[in-house]
C-alpha cells in the first residue's frame, strides 16, 4: 500500500465492505451483482431485480404520508416562508459564497438534526429498505438535510449559474468516478414530502445506462468525464419516477441521475435526503464526529457542501433529537455488537445519575 493510500476501515457484518470515509465502499460484489444471503424484508423479489437491473427502487410509504407532511411543514417553517405567499419564497439574501448561492437556487435547506428527520431515519421500514439493498444490517444513516425547490424563477433561477462544459452537472451525473478500475459503491436515497409532478421537476436519472453500463463504458473514448455521461437520450431516456408523499427512492451511486428545474407556475418540490452505510464503527474519528454533531446540533463535516443556517444555526432552534436503540446504532451512538457505549453519553448519564 502506499503511504499516503487512505486507510480503508472494514464494516463489522459479514459482507465485507470497506471504506476510508463512511461515503463510497470496495466490495468483492458489485451491488447490482449482489447474491442475498438474507431474507428480504421490505421489496419484493420483483423489486430487487428492478433494483439490480436499473439502479433505483420505490419503496412505497416509507414513513406514512403525515409524518412527510409533518417534515414539509417543518421545511417552510425553518425558511421563515409562507407556503401560501409565493413572494415570500423569493426574498432578496446576502449569500456567503457562490456555493450557498447554488444551494439556494437548488432548494436546499440546511437542517440536519429535528426530531421529525431523526424520525424518518429511525423508521423501522426505511432502515429495512436499505438492509434489502446493502444485505447488511449493520448501518449507519447518513446525516442530510432536505430540499425545498420553488419554481425555478427570479433569484432562484437556474441561470443564475454559470453552465460548464465538464463535471458536475444538476440535471445529470454520477457521484463517483466511473472510470475508476474498481467502481465504488454508494447508495442514496430521498423520501419525497409531497406528490410529484411533471411540472415540479425534481429526481430524473438514466436507468438505461446503468443496465447497459459496462459496454456503453468499452465504446466511450479514452479520457471521458468521469462524472458527466455524454448519451443519445433517444437511446436511453432519462426519465422521472413518480412519487407520492412519503415514498422513499433508493439508488445505486453508478446510476446517474439528477433534478430537473421546477418549472411550476406556483408549487414546489420537496424532499429529506436519506440513506444509509455500512458502520464504519472502527473509524473512531468518523464516529465521533457524527456523536457530537447530533448531540450539539452542529453542522456535519462529512460533506462539504454542507454549509449550516446563515442566519439562524439549528442549536440555537430546538434541543437535540431523542434516539430509539435502533436510531442510537444507526447514528454510532451504540455499537451494533452491543459492547461498545459512547463514553460521552456514559459521562452524561452518570453526571445526571450524581
Not at 186 to 212: K, M, Y
Not at 216 to 241: K, N, S, T, Y
Not at 293 to 301: A, K, V
Request: with cysteine.
Amino acid at each position: 500500500m502506499s503511504p499516503t493510500a487512505p486507510y480503508l476501515h472494514r464494516a463489522p457484518g459479514e459482507v465485507p465492505y470497506l471504506s476510508a470515509d463512511g461515503e463510497t465502499y470496495l466490495a468483492q460484489t458489485q451491488l447490482r451483482h449482489l447474491s442475498k444471503t438474507r431474507p428480504l424484508r421490505v421489496l419484493s423479489a420483483a423489486d430487487f431485480a428492478f433494483w439490480q437491473t436499473y439502479g433505483y427502487v420505490i419503496v412505497k410509504q416509507a414513513i406514512p404520508a403525515s409524518a412527510a407532511r409533518r417534515l414539509l411543514d417543518f421545511t417552510w417553517e425553518f425558511q421563515g416562508l409562507d407556503p401560501d405567499r409565493p413572494d415570500t419564497w423569493y426574498q432578496e439574501r446576502e449569500f456567503r459564497t457562490d456555493l450557498d448561492r447554488d444551494l439556494h437556487v437548488y432548494g436546499f435547506v440546511e437542517a440536519y438534526h429535528h426530531q421529525l428527520l431523526w424520525d424518518s431515519r429511525q423508521a423501522q421500514r426505511v432502515y429495512d429498505a436499505f438492509v434489502d439493498v446493502w444485505d447488511s444490517e449493520e448501518l449507519w444513516v447518513t446525516l442530510d438535510r432536505l430540499n425545498l425547490n420553488p419554481p425555478n424563477v427570479k433569484n432562484r433561477s437556474r441561470e443564475l449559474i454559470a453552465p460548464t462544459e465538464e463535471g458536475f452537472d444538476i440535471e445529470l451525473h454520477w457521484d463517483v468516478d466511473t472510470t475508476s478500475s474498481v467502481l465504488p459503491q454508494r447508495v442514496q436515497g430521498i423520501i419525497a414530502l409531497n406528490d410529484t409532478s411533471p411540472e415540479t421537476g425534481g429526481f430524473q436519472c438514466c436507468p438505461e445506462l446503468f443496465r447497459r453500463f459496462d459496454r456503453w463504458a468499452a465504446l466511450q473514448p479514452e479520457g471521458r468525464d468521469p462524472i458527466r455521461p455524454r448519451i443519445d437520450r433517444d437511446e436511453m431516456p432519462v426519465v422521472r419516477p413518480e412519487l407520492e408523499a412519503g415514498d422513499l427512492l433508493i439508488f445505486n451511486g453508478m446510476l446517474a441521475h439528477g433534478v430537473a428545474p421546477n418549472t411550476s407556475e406556483s408549487s414546489v418540490r420537496a424532499v429529506q435526503y436519506l440513506s444509509m452505510m455500512p458502520a464504519l464503527e472502527t473509524h473512531e474519528t468518523l464516529r465521533r464526529s457524527r456523536v457530537d454533531s447530533w448531540r450539539t446540533l452542529s453542522t456535519p463535516d462529512w460533506n462539504a457542501t454542507l454549509l449550516g443556517d446563515a442566519v439562524r444555526p439549528e442549536a440555537l432552534r430546538y434541543g437535540t433529537a431523542d434516539l430509539t436503540d435502533l436510531g442510537s446504532r444507526l447514528l454510532g451512538l451504540e455499537s451494533w455488537s452491543g459492547r461498545q457505549r459512547d463514553a460521552v453519553a456514559e459521562e452524561a448519564a452518570c453526571a445526571v445519575s450524581v
